[in-house]
Nanobody
Framework: QVQLVESGGRLVQVGASLRVSCAASGLDFSGTAMGWYRQAPGKEREFIAAISGSGATSWYGNFMKGRFTISRDNANNLVYLQMGSLKPEDTAVYYC?????????????WGKGTQVTVSS
């Protein structure tokens, strides 16, 4: 079955950079678009970014592009989210997601998330 395992979340200071990773298995990775969401306490899950199966196309949520960059390593079934200039409001659980084909659309599977905490 499909498994998405996030890692790399931790406590960081305001202004820091951080990269979180997602290891995928059980799917045709290079044929599957991947994405990142986040959910802060008391808030709805929010779309951050997605990347096509080939990595040639990426999509970003409102206000996300600029500080967040999505990338992927198809040789190792990994997808990354690079975050910069982190703020306390970036504190959330960050979730990896996969879709049904190579273009971003409906989420098919979710990871369990990794906690990112930004301290001032």
């Amino acid at each position: 079955q499909v498994q998405l395992v996030e890692s790399g979340g931790r406590l960081v200071q305001v202004g820091a950079s951080l990269r979180v990773s997602c290891a995928a298995s059980g799917l045709d990775f290079s044929g599957t678009a991947m994405g990142w969401y986040r959910q802060a306490p008391g808030k709805e899950r929010e779309f951050i970014a997605a990347i096509s199966g080939s990595g040639a196309t990426s999509w970003y949520g409102n206000f996300m592009k600029g500080r967040f960059t999505i990338s992927r390593d198809n040789a190792n079934n990994l997808v990354y989210l690079q975050m910069g200039s982190l703020k306390p409001e970036d504190t959330a659980v960050y979730y990896c997601a996969s879709t049904f084909d190579s273009t971003w659309g409906q989420v098919a599977h979710w990871g369990k998330g990794t906690q990112v905490t930004v301290s001032s």
